[in-house]
């Protein structure tokens, strides 16, 4: 199966098919310098940038130019002279045409860990997006570099909530709730992050008794908090928070959205009296993409497919899909089927025509038929992870993220909660 990045380009040039953003086709660093208040093309184009985000600066014009025999050959030549100085690490949503450098592919938290598990490379080239890269920095050595080849490789959804709207939703919730344990030893109300947010916030979690989840253990996490607390505020994907805490059998009625924009959450305070789960409101734009329509027309096409979707989709379409899990849970699952199974998947473009490749004895397919990846993960090319590379075997490091002690501390706290916390 060819790779996104070759299909686009073909659509682009007039070939049968759809994507979101003919402008997928050009190359990121056309948009690094652009003054833009919304992400560059793909899901993510209409949501906005904090202007706090780190941005890239001019990619030098010899890795814009170069074709992609040249950078794959200075790639594959730098990471020779480097050996086991540097680690490439690449997210399951990264393009093929970067994945194929990575020595670990995994999600977020898995690339963490194999960070973690690499005590011996100086430098770790994190091709994800920002707060990935942050969490290998907390769980790396203080010696060790991590860099992210293109710094303008946010994530809309970690961008929706920010430490001020965070620390000032706190506020109001102490006002309203107190901090006094009830009779039972549990307090009002406990933080949970999802894995997808800046260090700021899991910091803030790990100074206020909170945890961090991811999407393969959240119930785990929740059911965590709820010995500890009346209520968990959970940020910043409703959706995750929302499709996992109905699972577990809190109504829709106890878990209102907290609207940063308006006093206390756009909740009343008999609302937030009753919440269980008071949700962010965030999302993911890559998820939100799908509809129960692609369902029912994948069920229409395909009588015997099975839908498996990530739980950052909305309630409607988890509740339509046969599963829901992860992207760790999405791949266990293609490989233990019976060959010959079919797949409907709801869950970034470049994975699941990864999946269809690597797993020639079923039939795999998107559930959105227009291709549109993340537009953050689509920022990192070939061109910045050699020119990342290329200067490591310089001797320089550039584009490092770095968290500071006062937030790395905290925010380790809670990942040290996240991976005490059992089932
Ligand atoms: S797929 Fe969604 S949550 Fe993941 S990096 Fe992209 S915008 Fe963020």
Redesign the pocket.
């Known amino acids: 199966m060819t790779s996104v990045d070759t299909t686009i380009n073909r659509i682009a040039k007039g070939a049968a098919g759809s994507t979101c953003d003919s402008d997928l086709s050009k190359g990121p660093w056309v948009f690094d310098l652009r003054a833009a208040q919304t992400y560059g093309p793909g899901?993510?184009v209409a949501d906005s940038i904090p202007a706090s985000s780190p941005r890239q600066g001019q990619l030098p014009q010899a890795y814009q130019t170069a074709s992609p025999e040249e950078l794959e050959e200075r790639i594959l030549r730098a990471k020779a002279a480097l050996g086991d100085r540097v680690v490439v690490l690449g997210h399951f949503?990264q393009r093929d045409e970067v994945i194929r450098f990575a020595d670990f592919v995994g999600d977020s938290f898995q690339l963490a860990r194999a960070a973690k598990d690499r005590p011996d490379a100086e430098a770790i080239v994190f091709c994800g997006?920002h707060f990935m890269a942050e969490t290998a920095d907390l769980l790396s050595g203080s010696d060790q570099s991590v860099i992210l080849p293109n710094l303008a490789a946010g994530?809309?959804?970690?961008d929706m909530a920010n430490i001020d709207q965070v620390e000032d939703c706190w506020d109001q919730l102490v006002e309203q709730l107190g901090t006094e344990p009830d009779a039972d030893g549990r307090v009002p109300v406990i933080p949970v992050t999802y894995m997808?947010s800046s260090a700021a916030l899991k910091g803030f979690c790990g100074r206020n008794g909170g945890i961090v989840c991811t999407s393969s253990n959240a119930a785990t996490v929740l059911e965590w908090a709820f010995e500890r607390a009346r209520r968990v505020l959970f940020f910043p994907d409703q959706h995750l928070g929302r499709n996992t805490a109905k699972a577990m059998g809190v109504p829709l009625e106890l878990m209102p959205l907290w609207n940063p924009r308006k006093e206390l959450g756009g909740m009343t305070e008999q609302e937030c009296v009753d919440s269980r789960v008071i949700l962010w409101h965030g999302f993911?734009?890559?998820?939100k993409r799908f509809t129960t329509a692609q369902i029912e027309q994948a069920r229409a096409e395909y009588p015997d497919v099975r839908v498996i979707v990530h739980p950052?989709c909305p309630m409607p379409v988890v509740d339509a899909a046969d599963e829901s899990g992860s992207t760790d849970y999405i791949a266990k699952a293609i490989a233990a089927a019976e060959p010959g199974s079919t797949f409907a998947i709801g869950t970034?473009i470049n994975l699941v025509q990864r999946l269809a490749s690597q797993n020639p004895q079923h039939t795999i397919f998107c559930l959105d038929p227009v291709i549109c990846p993340?537009s953050?993960?689509y920022r990192i090319h070939p061109g910045y992870l050699a020119w990342v590379l290329e200067r490591l075997v310089a001797g320089e490091v550039v584009n490092q993220i770095n968290v500071g002690n006062d937030v790395a501390e905290p925010a380790r706290l809670a990942l040290e909660r996240m991976l005490a916390a059992k089932p």
């Open positions: 899901a993510s949503y997006v994530c809309s959804m970690a997808n993911c734009s890559v998820h950052e970034e993340c953050t993960m």
